[in-house]
C-alpha cells in the first residue's frame, strides 16, 4: 500500500497525497489497515489519467519540453514529475512500439511469475513446517511393531519418529448438518510434535491420546473453513468419523495438507482407533504383527546431524534389529530422503517437467526482452536529434539520462503491472490441468509469488536501462551538431538491432519447436489404439466392505447392482470388474501353463482381473477366439479364464490358446483352469505402457478371494444419454443408500487425464510459442524499419541514378532476412538441445521428429519474411525526390 | 468562452458541495456531500481529480490543517471556492437559467 501513497506523493505532491491518505483513513473509520487498497489504487489510477490529459493538453501548445509553462500547479515543481510526464508523452507519441514494449515484458515477466508460483507451491514448500530440511522418510513400509523398535532404535539420531496410515480413499465426516468427505492421515502421538508447528485453533493429538486411543480428530484448515466456515466453536464439538462418535481437538495450520503433494489430507486421527476406523480388509490389519507392512514413518533429524551420517546409523540399527527380532520386511530398508522429496510423487518426473517450463518461459522472456532492447534501440536512434537539441539547449548529461532512466523504469513497472494480471489469467487458467504425478494445478496453494514478480521485473528493467540509457548515453557524447544534422552514427562492426533480431529468431524457432512437438505427441497418444471402446462407458468405484458386508451379501448385492441398472433404458450393459483398463491398479499372481516347461523368458507371474460376466461387452473388448464369461461360469462349475492376446503369444504361438489349461493357487491348493476365450490387448494403466500378458477370472467363481474389496462398476450407456450419472447413482442408492460411490465419471475422462502432460505441455509452450512468433515477426519488422530509415538517402541516391524497384526491394529484403537467415541455423542448435530435454515428456515421438522440424523452421520463415514486407514495400515505392529531401 | 473557462456539470457539483460545507470542505466531506445530494455513486478520484483541475484553474485554493489522531497522523487539506470560482458559478447558472427560460411547457407536452 505504500506504494500506492508514493505514486499519489510523485502525482500530487507529498503533503497532498498525505491529505488524500487522511481521507481513505477517515473513510474506513480510522483503521489504517483496514482501508481497501483497491480505492487507493482506484485514487491513483484517476490522477494519473487526469496527468496524462493535461500534458497531452499542454503538448498541443509549444514544443520545449523542459520549459516550465504558466498554469502548472504550484506543487508540480518537483522535476521528477516532469521527467515521469515527459515520459508518458513520449509513450503517447509513439503508442505501437510502447505497446509492443509493455506488451512483451508483460507476457514475458507474467509466464515467468506463474510458473515460479507453481514451482513454489509444489517444490519449495511442500511441508509448510519449521526447519523442513531436517524432516526425514524412507520410501520403506514398515509394520507396527518395526516401527517401534526402529523409533526406539535411533534416539542418536532423531528427536522422534512418527508413523501413520493414509487412508487411500475418504472417509466420511458427519455432523448433524452434512457430512463431507475427508481423506484422512491416522497418526502416532508425536506426529505433530515432529512437525514443530502450531495448531490455528485447539490442540494437536498428543501421544497421551493414542495410548488412551480417544476418538479425537484434528481438522485441515481447508476443511475447518469450507465445513465449519472458520468456526472456533466448533473445538470440542461432536462429529461421526465413519461412524464412530469423535470430538474436534484442533485445526491444523493453513496450507498444510498431510505429507504428499498430490493429496489434500483433511483429517488427522490417533493410529490406535485404526480398527475401528478403517474401512474393508485395510481394517483388519493388526498393530500388533510384523506380518504386514502398512506404516509410512517420518523423524526429525537431531541439529547437526548429517543425511548420510543419519542414514548409516539407522541403517545399522535395523540391522541389529533383525538379528534380534528376524523381520522379513525390515530386509530392504531403503534409503532416507527427505520428508520434502517425498512429498512430491515421481519427484524426478514432476522436478523434469517444472525445470522444463521454466526453461521455456525463461526463453520468452529473452524474446521479451530482446523485444524491448530493439524498441528501445530504434527509438533512441530517432531521437538522437531530440537529445542533441536538449544538449545545446543546455540540459545536462545528468538530467538526460535520469530522463531515460525514467521512461525505462515506467516502461517495466507498466509491464510488470500488466503482468500481475497476466500471470492471475494464466494461473486461473491452468488449473484444471495435471502434471505429472497426477498433481492437479489447481489443489497446489499458489500465490503470486512476489519474490518472481519482483525478480522478473528487475531483469525487464534492467534490460531496458541497458539498451535504452546505454545507447543513449553513448549518444549523448559526439558533438550535437552531427546529431541535429540527423546523420546516421558511424556504422561499426556490430550492428546491435540485426544480433538482437537473430537471437530472437532463433529463440522463437527452439520455442515453436517444442510446442509441436507436444503438440504431435498429443496427437499420437490420442491414436494409440486402446483395446477397448471408452465412448459411453461410465464408471464408478463401490466400497461395498465399509458398510458391513460379508462376501455372500456381497455377491448378492452386486448381481442386483446389474440387474438394477441394466433395467435402466439408458444403459446397454453393466459389469463388475476389480479393475477397468486405464484406472490402474493391478494383482499378480503365479502360474504355470499344464504341460510346459516355464522358459528362462517366460514370466511365471500374471496381472489378473476378476470380472462379470458382461464385461468384454460393456467395454467392447474383443474376444479373438472362443467364447466370453457367461452366466453358467460361477461356484462349483468348472474353472475357466481368460487370457488376453499378449499371453496367447507367448505360450500358444501355434495358436491352439482355447482349451489349454492353466493352473495357479486356488481356494483349496492348487487350482486348474481351462482357457475358454483369447481377449484384445488394453491399456492397464498407461497410454505409453507395452501390452503385457493378462488374465480374466470370472468374479462368481473367485467371490471367496476378492468378496468386500473396492470394486469398479463399468456401464456403457446408449449414445447421447443423458443424466446417467445421476441415474446410476440414484439406482445404486435404492438398492443400498448407505454404500459409497465414488469416483463417478466417464472413462473419456480418465482419458483426458492420462494424456496430461502432453496436454500441459502442448497449451503452454503452443502458447509461448505463438506469443514469440508475434515478439519475434515484431523483431523482425523493427530491424527492417529502422534500417530503411537510417538509409532513406542512400535508396534515395540509389533510385536517382537509376536503381528500380525490384533493386530496392532486394537490397531492404537482403538487410531484413540477414537476422533470419542467420537465426535459423541458431534456432535448429537450441532446438535439438531443447528436445533432448523434453524426450522423456513425448512418449512414441522421436525428439528431432522431422515433421515437426521443417513445419516449425517453414512457420518461423514465413512469419519474419511477412513481417520484413511492408517497410520493404514502402521503402520501394518512396518517391526518390522526397527521399533525398527528407534530411 | 474558452475552454478552460467552462465549468462541466461535475465541477459545478464539487464547487457547489465546497461551497455549501463553508469552512469543513476537505476530500471525505466534499465526496460524502456530493454522494447526499446527487443521490449518485461517484468515484473518490474523481473528486480529488476535479479539485486539481479546479485549483490549476484558480476556481479553489487550498490550506493544510493540522494533523489527527483518527486519520493516522495525517492532515486534512481544507478547500475554500475563490472569488473566481464564485464568478464562474454565477456565469454557469446564468448560462442554465437563460436556456431554461421559457422550455417548461415545452417539457410539459412531452
Not at chain 1, 556490430?494 to 505427441?521: C, D, E, M, Y
Request: glycine share 8%; hydrophobic share 45%.
Amino acid at each position: 500500500m505504500r506504494a500506492a501513497t508514493w505514486l499519489i506523493g510523485r502525482l500530487v505532491g507529498t503533503p497532498a497525497a498525505q491529505a488524500i491518505v487522511g481521507d481513505l483513513v477517515e473513510s474506513a473509520g480510522g483503521h489504517g489497515s483496514l482501508w481497501r487498497s483497491s480505492e487507493a489504487w482506484r485514487v491513483v489510477f484517476s490522477l494519473m489519467s487526469y496527468q496524462l490529459r493535461r500534458s497531452g493538453q499542454e503538448d498541443q501548445g509549444a514544443p520545449g519540453p523542459l520549459r516550465p509553462r504558466p498554469g502548472m500547479p504550484e506543487h508540480s515543481g518537483s522535476s521528477a514529475l516532469q521527467d515521469v510526464r515527459f515520459a508518458l508523452r513520449i509513450f503517447r507519441r509513439r503508442p505501437v512500439s510502447t505497446a509492443v514494449a509493455i506488451l512483451s515484458l508483460a507476457l514475458g515477466i507474467g509466464a515467468n511469475t506463474a510458473i515460479f508460483s507453481l514451482l513454489d507451491g509444489i517444490l519449495l514448500r511442500p511441508l509448510p513446517v519449521p526447519r523442513p530440511e531436517e524432516l526425514v522418510t524412507t520410501a520403506t513400509v514398515f509394520s507396527f511393531p518395526d516401527y517401534e523398535d526402529l523409533r526406539d532404535a535411533s534416539t542418536d539420531e532423531l528427536t522422534g519418529l512418527a508413523a501413520w496410515s493414509a487412508s487411500s480413499r475418504p472417509y466420511s465426516l458427519a455432523t448433524d448438518n452434512g457430512a463431507w468427505p475427508a481423506l484422512t492421515e491416522l497418526t502416532t502421538g508425536n506426529f505433530f510434535d515432529l512437525l514443530e508447528f502450531r495448531p490455528a485453533a485447539g490442540r494437536f493429538l498428543t501421544l497421551d491420546d493414542e495410548s488412551r486411543r480417544l476418538p479425537v480428530a484434528v481438522l485441515s484448515h481447508r476443511l475447518w473453513q469450507s465445513a465449519f466456515y472458520g468456526d472456533p466453536l466448533v473445538i470440542g464439538s461432536d462429529v461421526r468419523v465413519n461412524g464412530l462418535p469423535a470430538t474436534i481437538i484442533g485445526v491444523a495450520p493453513p496450507g498444510f495438507r498431510g505429507t504428499r503433494v498430490n493429496r489434500s489430507v483433511d483429517l488427522w486421527m490417533p493410529l490406535s482407533l485404526h480398527a475401528q476406523l478403517a474401512p474393508g480388509s485395510f481394517g483388519r490389519l493388526r498393530l500388533d504383527s510384523r506380518e504386514t507392512q502398512w506404516l509410512r514413518v517420518m523423524g526429525r533429524l537431531r541439529p547437526n546431524t548429517g543425511l548420510a551420517q543419519a542414514e548409516a546409523s539407522m541403517l545399522a540399527a535395523a540391522t541389529r534389529l533383525l538379528e534380534q527380532q528376524p523381520s522379513p520386511y525390515l530386509e530392504d530398508f531403503e534409503s532416507l530422503r527427505t520428508a520434502t522429496q517425498a512429498a512430491i510423487p515421481r519427484e524426478e518426473e514432476v522436478r523434469g517437467f517444472l525445470t522444463l517450463m521454466i526453461a521455456m518461459v525463461a526463453v520468452a522472456l529473452l524474446v521479451a526482452c530482446t523485444n524491448v532492447a530493439n524498441v528501445l534501440l530504434t527509438r533512441t536512434t530517432e531521437r538522437r536529434r531530440e537529445i542533441g537539441l536538449r544538449m545545446v539547449l543546455g540540459a545536462s548529461r545528468g538530467r538526460l539520462v535520469r530522463q531515460l532512466f525514467i521512461e525505462s523504469l515506467l516502461l517495466s513497472l507498466a509491464g510488470g503491472v500488466a503482468a500481475l494480471f497476466f500471470a492471475r489469467w494464466t494461473l486461473a487458467s491452468v488449473h484444471l490441468l495435471q502434471i505429472p504425478g497426477r498433481i492437479v494445478l489447481g489443489d497446489v496453494p499458489t500465490s503470486i509469488n512476489a519474490t518472481t514478480l519482483a525478480f522478473t521485473m528487475a531483469v525487464a528493467f534492467a534490460c531496458s536501462l541497458l539498451f535504452g540509457v546505454g545507447p543513449a548515453l553513448a549518444g549523448t557524447r559526439p558533438d550535437p551538431a552531427r546529431m541535429i544534422n540527423g546523420s546516421a552514427p558511424r556504422r561499426g562492426n556490430w550492428n546491435a538491432p540485426v544480433t538482437l533480431a537473430t537471437i530472437q529468431v532463433g529463440l522463437t524457432l527452439a520455442l515453436v519447436f517444442s510446442g509441436g512437438l507436444f503438440l504431435r505427441s498429443l496427437s499420437t497418444v490420442l491414436e494409440v489404439p486402446l483395446g477397448f471402446d471408452p465412448t459411453d462407458v461410465y464408471v464408478a468405484s463401490v466400497d461395498i466392505g465399509v458398510v458391513g458386508y460379508d462376501n455372500d451379501s456381497a455377491a448378492t448385492f452386486r448381481r442386483e447392482a446389474l440387474a438394477g441398472l441394466e433395467s435402466l433404458p439408458t444403459i446397454e450393459r453393466a459389469a463388475w470388474g476389480v479393475f477397468v483398463p486405464v484406472q490402474g491398479g493391478m494383482r499378480m499372481e503365479s502360474f504355470r501353463v499344464v504341460g510346459h516347461e516355464l522358459q528362462e523368458e517366460e514370466p511365471g507371474d500374471v496381472a489378473l482381473n476378476y470380472v462379470s460376466d458382461g464385461f468384454f461387452e460393456a467395454l467392447r473388448v474383443p474376444l479373438l477366439a472362443g467364447r466370453a464369461f457367461a452366466a453358467t461360469d460361477r461356484e462349483g462349475t468348472a474353472p475357466v479364464t481368460i487370457v488376453n492376446e499378449a499371453l496367447a503369444d507367448i505360450f500358444f504361438p501355434s495358436g491352439d490358446t482355447v482349451g489349454a489349461r492353466l493352473i495357479m493357487p486356488g481356494p483349496a491348493g492348487i487350482l486348474e483352469m481351462e482357457i475358454i476365450g483369447v481377449a484384445g490387448n488394453t491399456k492397464r494403466r498407461d497410454l505409453r505402457e507395452e501390452s503385457s500378458p493378462y488374465l480374466y477370472l470370472p468374479l462368481a467363481q473367485w467371490n471367496w478371494l476378492v468378496g468386500t474389496d473396492r470394486m469398479k462398476i463399468a456401464v456403457r450407456a446408449t449414445p447421447g444419454a443423458a443424466d446417467t450419472i445421476d441415474s446410476m447413482r440414484q439406482r445404486l442408492a435404492q438398492i443400498d443408500p448407505a454404500l459409497p460411490i465414488t469416483e463417478l465419471r466417464t472413462l473419456d475422462d480418465q482419458l483426458f487425464d492420462q494424456a496430461m502432460p502432453q496436454r500441459v505441455g502442448a497449451t503452454l509452450l503452443g502458447m509461448f510459442g505463438a506469443l514469440a512468433l508475434v515478439l519475434a515477426a515484431v523483431g523482425v519488422y523493427g530491424v527492417v524499419a529502422a534500417a530503411m530509415l537510417s538509409r532513406v538517402r542512400e535508396i534515395g541516391i540509389r533510385r536517382a541514378v537509376g536503381a528500380n524497384d525490384p533493386d530496392v526491394l532486394r537490397l531492404v529484403l537482403r538487410r531484413g532476412l540477414l537476422p533470419v537467415v542467420l537465426g535459423l541455423p541458431l534456432g535448429w542448435f537450441l532446438a535439438f538441445a531443447v528436445a533432448r530435454l523434453i524426450a522423456g515428456f513425448l512418449p512414441g515421438l522421436s525428439p528431432t521428429d522431422p515433421t515437426t522440424f521443417v513445419a516449425a523452421t517453414v512457420l518461423v520463415f514465413v512469419a519474419s519474411a511477412v513481417a520484413c514486407l511492408p517497410p520493404a514495400l514502402r521503402a520501394a515505392r518512396r518517391d526518390p525526390v522526397t527521399a533525398l529531401r527528407s534530411d | 468562452m474558452s475552454r478552460s473557462d467552462y465549468l462541466g456539470e461535475f465541477e459545478q457539483m464539487v464547487l457547489l458541495s465546497v461551497l455549501r460545507l463553508g469552512e469543513n470542505a476537505y476530500g471525505v466531506t466534499v465526496h460524502e456531500e456530493i454522494r447526499r445530494t446527487a443521490g449518485r455513486e461517484v468515484r473518490r478520484g474523481a473528486v480529488y481529480v476535479a479539485l486539481e483541475r479546479l485549483q490549476a484553474k484558480g476556481l479553489v485554493s487550498s490550506t493544510f490543517g493540522s494533523p489527527s489522531t483518527e486519520r493516522g497522523g495525517r492532515a486534512k487539506r481544507f478547500y475554500t471556492v475563490e472569488a473566481s470560482g464564485r464568478a464562474a458559478l454565477r456565469a454557469s447558472r446564468d448560462a442554465l437559467m437563460n436556456l431554461w427560460n421559457g422550455v417548461e411547457p415545452e417539457l410539459e407536452k412531452l
